[in-house]
């Protein structure tokens, strides 16, 4: 009887991951809406193919410039679509 719910536990698993990250509601006065979405889709679909996603809150602003360039050949992305991970990732609300 408890079976199907071990079933569903990752599955849960996966949801909850993605959902830890912010969704962008306003842009900045630097970074329009529309960018901190495409780089949220970027970060989720582009960086996850190896590990799991760190969350913004987990590296400075100068901590994320050396992490995505040391992925950016991983990840196979270009220098713009590295900027909009990077511009999402600094513009995390603060906790
Ligand atoms: C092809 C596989 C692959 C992809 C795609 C990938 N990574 Fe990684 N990542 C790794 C490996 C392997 C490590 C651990 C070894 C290392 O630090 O080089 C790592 C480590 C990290 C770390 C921790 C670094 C540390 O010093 O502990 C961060 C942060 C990170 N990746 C972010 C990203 C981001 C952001 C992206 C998307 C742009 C990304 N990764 C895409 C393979 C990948």
Known sequence: MYKKYFLLAPLFFLFSCATELYQPITGTEKVPIEDLKKGRTLYVNKCAACHHLRLPSKYSEKGWVVN???????????????????????NAPKK
Do not use: P, S, V
């Open 68 to 90: 995505l360039n040391k992925m950016q050949k991983k990840a196979k992305i270009t220098d713009e679509d590295k900027q909009l991970i990077y511009q999402y990732l600094i």
